[in-house]
């Protein structure tokens, strides 16, 4: 049984990322939609099904964590201020545009495999293992910290995650995922260079 990736935080899902208004339940009308899709397609990929339902389930959890990273880059991309700033703002752009590669690749993978891709705002919340991107910074080093640690977290998931696929004799997903990993490892050198000297 592959090993699942533990959360690097205390958080646990839907406790502390918001207001509390979150702890709410769900608005009724979520129950009365369609029934769900079945969880798994047929397919002629010959990956045993137990394996790709395995998978799968690990997949989407990466997925979580890469929308999550996403959508940090661009908190980072738009409320970055101080001297470096132009060059912080491009560069967690380019982050963004490759992390938003990753989030594809991760998704269609799945779905090659006969599932359903959960990318929802609901389901990131739920899995994500990353830290929170705190809400209030703005001078570059706090954000470079930030997603310096993001970064970090979010390749760790990827090895953890490489393990996984390989345990499964998955090859082709271990590659999309090392693929991932040698990118996000290339971009956090990137960001923490800032830090170092
Ligand atoms: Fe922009």
């Known amino acids: 049984m592959p090993r699942t990736v533990a959360p690097r935080t205390s958080r646990t899902p839907r406790q502390s990322r918001g207001n509390g208004a979150k702890s709410q339940p769900r608005a009724p009308e979520r129950a009365s939609r369609a029934p769900a899709a079945p969880k798994l397609y047929a397919t002629k990929n010959d990956l045993p099904e137990k394996a790709r339902v395995e998978v799968i389930g690990l997949l989407n959890q990466r997925l979580a964590e890469a929308i999550d990273l996403q959508t940090q880059c661009k908190q980072a991309h738009w409320n970055v201020k101080g001297p470096a700033f132009i060059a912080l703002h491009k560069l967690f752009d380019d982050v963004n545009e490759d992390v938003e590669e990753y989030v594809d690749l991760i998704a269609e993978r799945v779905v090659q495999l006969g599932g359903i891709a959960e990318g929802t705002v609901g389901a990131v919340e739920e899995r994500s293992t990353l830290p ?54 290339k971009w956090l050198w990137f960001v923490e260079a800032h830090q170092q000297s």
């Open 132 to 185: 929170d991107y705190p809400l209030a910074l703005s001078n570059g080093g706090e954000h470079v910290a930030a997603l310096s640690d993001a970064l970090a977290t979010f390749g760790r998931t990827m090895r953890i995650g490489i393990e996984e696929m390989n345990e499964l004799e998955d090859a082709g997903s271990a590659d999309t995922l090392t693929e991932i990993s040698r990118g996000v490892d």
